[in-house]
């Protein structure tokens, strides 16, 4: 059975850092696309970050370039989004996701997702 669990999130005022952690079970990391969206209060469900199985591309969207950082533990089968510089506007359900074509390439679109994490909340304080 395919699971993805999210952890790492929390409270953490303006200008902090987290990790997000996304452990799967029922498949390797490895072989797959991982991608990490976030959906706050009253907004769409946004794309923040992505990768490629074997790490050969990743992705980020504009409003986490340069702040947010992608990267998977093999051994662990899991896959870390660290989190820089935060600011309230990040504060959202931080969600990871995998789409298991073997053709999937980043960034994810959000309808082609197979498997969907539970979620892990980040609030950012001012």
């Known amino acids: 059975q395919v699971q993805l669990v999210e952890s790492g999130g929390g409270l953490v005022q303006s200008g902090g850092s987290l990790r997000l952690s996304c452990v799967a079970s029922?498949?390797?990391?490895?072989?797959?696309?991982i991608g990490w969206f976030r959906q706050a209060p009253g907004k769409e469900r946004e794309g923040v970050s992505c990768?490629?199985?074997?790490?050969?591309?990743?992705y980020y969207s504009d409003s986490v370039k340069g702040r947010f950082t992608i990267s998977r533990d093999s051994g662990k089968n899991t896959v870390y989004l660290y989190l820089n510089s935060l600011s309230p506007e990040d504060t959202a359900v931080y969600y990871c996701?995998?789409?298991?074509?073997?053709?999937?390439?980043?960034?994810?679109?959000?309808?082609?997702?197979?498997?969907w994490g539970t979620g892990t909340l980040v609030t950012v304080s001012s």
């Open positions: 990768v490629t199985d074997s790490d050969i591309h990743t």
């Open positions: 996701a995998t789409d298991l074509d073997p053709y999937a390439g980043c960034p994810l679109d959000g309808y082609s997702i197979d498997y």
């Open positions: 029922g498949f390797t990391l490895d072989n797959a696309v």
